[in-house]
């Protein structure tokens, strides 16, 4: 009978021990799942801010008339 209370001695410390691993796994989870948020989070702010710096700028057609317009007078100005 002493072998059989030992077994089952050494199988409650083993069920501990993995509830208290599972325990650990979960925390160390959640820690890693809220700091993924943050950074989530940063990102997609300076997406946002790329965004608006591409909204604020001349479009292609403007730049590309500007362009041939100082060349139009820098040929003129040199003629």
């Known amino acids: ?3 059989i209370e030992q077994r089952v ?4 410390e083993q069920i501990k021990t993995l ?5 650990r796994v979960k ?3 959640e820690k890693h799942e809220s700091e993924d948020g943050v950074v989530v989070n940063k990102i997609m ?5 790329i ?3 591409y909204a604020n700028r001349l479009p292609v057609w403007t730049t ?5 317009l100082m060349a139009a007078l820098g040929w003129l100005a040199k003629g």
């Open 51 to 53: 965004r608006a710096d």
């Open 64 to 68: 590309l008339l500007l362009g041939v």
């Open 19 to 23: 509830f208290g691993c599972a325990e």
């Open 45 to 49: 702010d300076e997406i946002k801010a």
């Open 1 to 3: 009978m002493e072998a």
């Open 9 to 12: 001695a050494r199988h409650d």
């Open 27 to 29: 925390t160390r989870l």
